[in-house]
């Protein structure tokens, strides 16, 4: 079983950046989807961004598109979220996720909590106005 690891999380003000990194152990993480969801307080789970195996297709919300950028380096088995041009809103707790039903999968990527069965236990950003 894969597990997840999150570092990179901080307090930053408005406007600044940050990069999440997510550590997987096993040599699988590199043949699944994997991505990012946040959960800030008294909120539901809340999708953010998705890649496939090869890296070829990318999926995000619209409230983060164009200001965050997901990646990976299966050679490394981590996943990284550059996260720039940060808003007060984004502050949550991040978790890395991945789908183990898309091996080697290249087609649609998946955006609900239901869709990813493998979670870390996150990493906390801040952003203050």
């Known amino acids: 079983q894969v597990q997840l690891v999150e570092s990179g999380g901080g307090s930053v003000q408005a406007g600044g950046s940050l990069r999440l990194s997510c550590v997987a152990s096993g040599r699988t993480f590199r043949n699944y989807a994997v991505g990012w969801f946040r959960q800030a307080p008294g909120r539901e789970r809340e999708f953010v961004a998705a890649?496939?195996?090869?890296?070829?297709?990318?999926y995000y919300a619209d409230s983060v598109k164009g200001r965050f950028t997901i990646s990976r380096d299966n050679a490394r088995n981590t996943l990284y979220l550059q996260m720039n041009s940060l808003k007060p809103e984004d502050a949550a707790l991040y978790h890395c996720?991945?789908?183990?039903?898309?091996?080697?999968?290249?087609?649609?990527?998946?955006?609900?909590?239901?869709?990813?069965?493998?979670w870390g236990q996150g990493t906390q950003v801040t952003v203050s106005s």
């Open positions: 890649i496939t195996w090869t890296s070829g297709n990318t």
């Open positions: 996720v991945l789908d183990t039903s898309s091996w080697q999968a290249s087609g649609r990527l998946r955006a609900s909590v239901s869709d990813y069965d493998v």
